[in-house]
């Protein structure tokens, strides 16, 4: 299995950077389980013939949507040594509590955290939105946690930009305050919050009588990859004594590079930041990550006592890092391997020339698609992500929305590369994001290429 899997992703390149699922494959995987075991055999014949061949394709070179990391071979190695150690982080000692209590270090130092903060492995940076917001509002009111929001005077309201990742707005809602409660602020030309528009909604809702506690700012939006003025942020955030939370899922490992850190300076005055290792970190999913300055109000905002529970100060029980009460999870995978495997195995450089590496591609695509004028660049390209779309000749707003989202359905089943799509100021637009150490540029050449190709297609059969 294990040759087969590393062949697969050494000899990647040949294959369709996606597959469309024929309807007896998903006919297949719809079956009963046997009453009768086929034998470890036969089920890996049936995952070669029914499963791999249509994996997502994220591990392929020309894979780009939303913001998707590859992955290595590494990590796949240390899944299945996690796997057979089958720990179980959930607050008993073993050597895998202070692998991930070193990894959190590790990422406390590169994130320019203090020292005394806290941290957390989660399952993405979904999970490390809500755990850092769930700090915020218990902290905002400590009623919270045992009375709930409904002892809390007065409405709780928070602030990020409109092009603040969907997590955010759901991390509201499953914390009882409602998504509403997300004050959505608009952007400038370069899609960063329009600090000027902050200050106002604050205000305003003060003057109704609510209570703002937080703003969240974005370090590389999921849409443009632009970054909130942090700096700025943090500061408003002090003087208007606002919880400051920072989603910064894949902006974050712009820290890593003395080229690209100005981008995200303030990153470090954050409350709490979440990011994910599964993008820029080269690991396979699921690994994201939330850092706590204040490390007792992360601890109070999860903390459960229970009898079976109790720590010791001997034996299993007897666990340092206690990741198991700074989150909602008890029980607990051992994610901290691949990271600990990756950092060791490539160093620091290495993955920071990969992070420089795929916002050079961004920034020589950007070129590329300024200078053919059948393609309109439709934002900055600060970091990795380029959205574009054709624009061909004398089509309206209309008929190129369509023609776009057919032109990236097409490239994506013709297996090529996989671009996405996604809206902006209105618009459909191709949308690619680089975070991908197996690209080259002559593979982003190739989607440009395509999306010329297809375009003129598309246009010719009149739209
Ligand atoms: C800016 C941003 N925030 C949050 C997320 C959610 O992260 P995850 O999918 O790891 O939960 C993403 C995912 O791409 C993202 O780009």
Redesign the pocket.
Known sequence: MIDVLVDGLRDVREQPAWTPMPEEVKARLRSPPPREGLGLEAVWAELQRWVLPYRLGNVHPRFWA???GTGTATGALAGLVAAAMNNNLSGLESSAVHVEAQVIEWLKGLMGFPASASGLLT???????LVGLEVARDSVDGGVKAEGLQSVPGRLVGYASEE?????ARAFTVLGLGNGSLRRIPVDAEFRMDLGALERAIDADLRAGLRPFCVVG?????NTGSTDPLETLAEIARERRLVFHV?????AWAKLSPRLAGQVRGLERADSI?F?L??WGAVP??V?CVLVRDAEAHRRAFQASAGYLAPYPRGVSAVEYAGHELGPELSRPFRALGPWMAFQEHGLDRLREAVEKNVEQAGRVAARIRREAELELTAPVPLNVVTFRYRGRELSDGQLDALNAEVVMRIQESGVAVPSTTRLRGHTVVRL?IVNHRSLDEDLDLLVDAVLETGRAVAREGG
């Open positions: 939303r913001v998707m399952s993405g940076c979904s999970l490390a939105n603040a990742h969907s997590s955010v974005s370090a590389g939006t999921v989603d910064a899922a894949f902006g979440a994910d599964h993008k999913y699921g994201g994001a």
